[in-house]
Nanobody, 116 residues
């Protein structure tokens, strides 16, 4: 059974950093690309970052380029999102997502709040 569990969210001041983790189980992580999404209050869920199989490629939303870095550790079964120079507009619930055989799997999300 596919399971995605996010952690690492919290309250941080503008300009600060957080590192989110997504623990993946129930499938072979090394065989699939993975994504981070976020959803702010009153807004649609949006893709933040994507990493391909074998880390051959990464893609980022324009709003986070140069500040966020997605990585993966297939041996540990984790996908991470390093977030630097956080801004108030980064406040959202962050989710990791797997798409496999036409089915999307989501974690429960972790709250990130950027506020002074």
């Amino acid at each position: 059974q596919v399971q995605l569990v996010e952690s690492g969210g919290g309250l941080v001041q503008p300009g600060g950093s957080l590192r989110l983790s997504c623990a993946a189980s129930g499938f072979t992580l090394s065989n699939t690309g993975m994504s981070w999404y976020r959803q702010a209050p009153g807004k649609e869920r949006e893709m933040v970052a994507y990493i391909t199989i074998g880390c051959l490629g990464r893609d980022y939303a324009d709003s986070v380029k140069g500040r966020f870095t997605i990585s993966r550790d297939n041996a540990q079964g984790t996908i991470s999102l390093q977030m630097n120079n956080l801004k108030r507009e980064d406040t959202a619930v962050y989710f990791c997502k797997l798409r496999r055989a036409g089915i999307e799997y989501w974690g429960q999300g972790t709250q990130v709040t950027v506020s002074s």
